[in-house]
T-cell receptor, first 114, second 113 residues
Framework: DGGITQSPKYLFRKEGQNVTLSCEQN?????MYWYRQDPGQGLRLIYY???????QKGDIAEGYSVSREKKESFPLTVTSAQKNPTAFYLC?????????????FGEGSRLTVL | AQSVTQPDIHITVSEGASLELRCNYS??????LFWYVQSPGQGLQLLLK??????LVQGIKGFEAEFKRSQSSFNLRKPSVHWSDAAEYFC???????????FGSGTRLLVRP
């Protein structure tokens, strides 16, 4: 079945450590996104990529980094510079080009900083 | 700037009762509008979307939504709620020149037996 796979589902990190969240899709979608979700705040866009080897900052990119070396993969690194990294992280993809389209979401990764 | 407001943080309804979740948006042109549902600890699933045409759109799981331009609203409705509908619901609006969606803060639906 086609879809988006995020791993790990749960991750614990000590302060000062970088962690990388994996996102893989087999939908052949061009666009991929990372969102952060905190209680009562909805979803906030961290980074997005419309094509391989290109990505743009979203609304809350500070303390995060991404890469897009393959169409299928869009990993997110939460760096030690992110002051409050404990959150639920959602990866999404979209097949539409040049217009707004439906987003397909993974099941999320919950990061907890100890 | 675009924005989306979901004025109800929580809503509780009895099983079998009707449901309406409110969504108001601020956008200069014709918006692209979406409703997503999220079960606890899961990703979001698209319920329905409005791009153009008929202002009453049907979605999955018996949900529908009506686009009212004069009220800048896109409220979600279901005539009879099931216990499995308990989840968080997000309204989102899209720009016409980018991929980005703006999400509302969500409405958590609780269903009484």
């Amino acid at each position: 079945d086609g879809g988006i796979t995020q791993s790990p589902k749960y991750l614990f990190r000590k302060e000062g450590q970088n962690v990388t969240l994996s996102c893989e899709q087999n939908l052949n979608h061009d666009a991929m996104y990372w969102y952060r979700q905190d209680p009562g705040q909805g979803l906030r866009l961290i980074y997005y990529s419309q094509i391989v080897n290109d990505f743009q900052k979203g609304d809350i990119a500070e303390g995060y980094s991404v890469s897009r070396e393959k169409k299928e993969s869009f990993p997110l690194t939460v760096t030690s510079a992110q002051k409050n990294p404990t959150a639920f992280y959602l990866c999404a993809s979209s097949g539409k080009t040049g217009m707004v389209g439906e987003l397909f979401f993974g099941e999320g990764s919950r990061l907890t900083v100890l | 700037a675009q924005s989306v407001t979901q004025p109800d943080i929580h809503i509780t309804v009895s099983e079998g009762a009707s449901l309406e979740l409110r969504c108001n948006y601020s956008y200069g042109a014709t918006p692209y509008l979406f409703w997503y549902v999220q079960s606890p600890g899961q990703g979001l699933q698209l319920l329905l979307k409005y791009f153009s045409g008929d202002t009453l759109v049907q979605g999955i799981k018996g949900f529908e939504a009506e686009f009212k331009r004069s009220q800048s609203s896109f409220n979600l409705r279901k005539p009879s709620v099931h216990w499995s509908d308990a989840a968080e619901y997000f309204c989102a609006v899209g720009a016409d020149s980018s991929y980005k969606l703006i999400f509302g803060s969500g409405t958590r639906l609780l269903v009484r037996p």
